[in-house]
């Protein structure tokens, strides 16, 4: 620099230290590092009438190399950093980039090289070899042309603080909801184990993926891990095939869902279980309605089929003597009439009705009269078949109905139960004769005409009345 430019820079700089700094609060922080005291205050000359989206320049010096690495590892704030060269040693400035860059990690601190040497590190190399923004000689930082640069690197800051805010909200926004994914897995995964139905999840090629502690209890899991095994193998049998057969019905665009019966023969305790299926889809972007594996429920049915059976047994069988109630043989009669009629079988009706019970009720009490019809019927029972149809009318009056039996052959049906009857003895007490017991029977065999159940019984009634007026003990047809 001339003597006369030299000059006018220290008149320029008396002037210019006159007047007040801007607020810090209002400013843009550039960080100076050089060991010529005339660069910082030509520098703060320079940037004094000069803005940047409303705020002014404040300038930080650093003396050294040194002196701007205690500035730096206390401020993150500071956008521009105008550096020279050579000071106290030769490589000072390219040996704070190396530390900015690589130690601190500073990446959007913006760094103009500055340098009153230019032949000492040729600025095409020191571009390709560090981190710069900008590499000026002094001789060419006019004050547009520094202005210039500081407003080049201030954007490059805004730009990647935005980045970097951006990208930091975006890893906060990603943790937050990698946690809720995390927190509502384990919810999940909780949910699952103490469901007390077994549940479990095949992936689409059948591997046992999950199962709970139900499952592992039904199914008698012990210290054997089956995940990642097939299904068909871990499922005792028969569910191990509907299981199988169920998916291939899922798997070939079957209903969303359903469900199958099976039983699980257990030891002393064989259960009857309900198994709902169902195909887990994904509707995740890129691969819509792709399956993702099968779900399955198994609920316990044993106990309601066991009630089930009671109930059904409670509503259709007579409480005192075990057979057919009415209602329950009425039904059974018209389901075999209506068979009968349609395929052209042949069907007899018997009606019984044992003989003097009211007298034996008078005689004896009801408890008697209740043994005398539990032997009766047991033994008229014996000698049906079990395709025939046994039921309790009322009181003493029983009927039964005979599949695939003409009339010639229920005839010698009646005559065996009449006999079977006969031979009863129930002993009372010790100072009376044994009770014996006599039956009347009717019989009538379905005429191709016949559709209704109650004409054949109407006739086979009419037989059984002429079998009592005749001197009971006997069958009539």
Request: proline share 5%; hydrophobic share 40%; charged share 30%.
């Amino acid at each position: 620099m001339s003597k006369s430019a030299d000059d006018k820079v220290k008149l320029t700089l008396r002037r210019a230290e006159s007047r007040p700094e801007a607020d810090g609060n209002a400013t843009w922080p550039v960080l100076v590092v050089d060991d010529d005291p005339d660069v910082h205050s030509m520098t703060r000359v320079l940037l004094r009438d000069f803005s940047f989206q409303g705020k002014g320049f404040e300038v930080i010096s650093a003396m050294s190399g040194a002196e701007a690495r205690t500035v730096l590892s206390t401020r993150d704030d500071i956008p521009v950093m105008l550096l020279d060269v050579v000071m106290e040693t030769p490589d000072a400035g390219l040996s704070l980039i190396r530390h900015v860059r690589d130690d601190l990690g500073n990446r959007r601190l913006a760094i103009v090289l500055r340098t009153g040497q230019p032949g000492e590190a040729p600025e095409r190399d020191v571009m390709l070899a560090y981190d710069i923004n900008d590499y000026r000689s002094k001789t060419e930082l006019t004050a547009q042309k520094l202005f210039t640069s500081l407003i080049g690197g201030l954007r490059s800051w805004i730009h990647l603080s935005t980045i970097e805010a951006m990208a930091s909200n975006l890893e906060r926004r990603v943790e937050e909801r990698t946690c809720q994914l995390d927190e509502a897995r384990r919810f999940a995964e909780s949910l699952v184990e103490t469901l007390p139905n077994p549940l479990w999840f095949t992936d689409p090629d059948g591997s046992l993926r999950l199962y709970n502690r139900a499952f592992r209890e039904m199914f008698a899991v012990d210290g054997t891990d089956w995940h990642g095994q097939p299904a068909h193998s871990v499922l005792p049998q028969p569910l191990a095939g509907l299981d199988q057969l169920a998916d291939m019905s899922l798997k070939a665009g079957g209903p969303g869902g359903l469900a199958f019966e099976a039983s699980l023969d257990r030891p002393g305790d064989p259960r009857t279980l309900v198994v709902n299926k169902a195909m887990v889809i994904s509707d995740c972007r890129g691969m819509p309605d792709e399956p993702m594996g099968t779900i399955g429920i198994v609920t316990d049915i044993t106990e309601r089929k066991r009630m089930e059976s009671q109930l059904r047994h409670l509503a259709t069988t007579d409480e005192l003597t075990g057979c057919l109630n009415r209602r329950a043989f009425f039904v059974v009669a018209e389901q075999e009439l209506e068979r009968a009629s349609r395929y052209g079988g042949s069907v007899s009706v018997l009606m019984i009705d044992i003989d003097h019970f009211k007298q034996v009720n008078d005689r004896h009490g009801h408890a008697v009269g209740d043994r005398a019809l539990k032997a009766a019927t047991a033994a008229i029972r014996a000698n049906l078949r079990e395709i025939d149809s046994f039921g309790r009318l009322g009181g003493e009056e029983f009927a039964a109905m005979l599949p695939e039996t003409p009339l010639a052959g229920a005839l010698l049906v009646a005559e065996r139960l009449r006999e079977a009857v006969a031979a009863i003895v129930l002993p009372l007490g010790e100072n009376e004769a044994p009770l014996r017991l006599t039956t009347s029977l009717g019989v009538a065999e379905r005429r191709a005409e016949e559709t209704s159940l109650d004409q054949i019984l109407a006739r086979a009634d009419t037989a059984l009345y002429r079998a009592k007026a005749e001197g009971r003990n006997r069958v009539l047809a």
